[in-house]
Nanobody, 115 residues
Framework: QIQLVESGGGLVQPGGSLKLSCAAS????????VGWYRQVAGKERELVAT???????NYGDSVQERFSVSSDTVTNTVSLHMNSLKPEGSAVYYC?????????WGQGPQVPVFS
């Protein structure tokens, strides 16, 4: 079981920025894919951004050019830099890692976006 510990969530105003971090209990260079998803109550969990083992980055359509995902194989951390946040971006943000057929999720910090 991979343990994921997230940090950095909290209230942010529209147009503001926030950074989320996710520390993994394993060497993330051995994982197939790492990244972030988010979920609004009553809706399906949606892709925010992922990084494949080969370095391919994939962003959700709604966050293109505003969010940036990165990983650090020394600290085994996956980070999400969010800029120009919008109210519709208010959600629970989940760290995600995939190893072969196993997917693990973080606890999901809340990111409310409002004035």
């Amino acid at each position: 079981q991979i343990q994921l510990v997230e940090s950095g969530g909290g209230l942010v105003q529209p147009g503001g920025s926030l950074k989320l971090s996710c520390a993994a209990s394993v060497d993330i260079s051995t994982l197939h894919r790492v990244g972030w998803y988010r979920q609004v109550a009553g809706k399906e969990r949606e892709l925010v951004a992922t990084i494949s083992r080969g370095g391919l980055i994939n962003y959700g359509d709604s966050v293109q050019e505003r969010f940036s995902v990165s990983s650090d194989t020394v600290t085994n951390t996956v980070s999400l830099h969010m800029n120009s946040l919008k109210p519709e971006g208010s959600a629970v943000y989940y760290c995600y890692v995939a190893r072969r057929l196993t997917v693990s999720w973080g606890q999901g910090p809340q990111v409310p976006v409002f004035s």
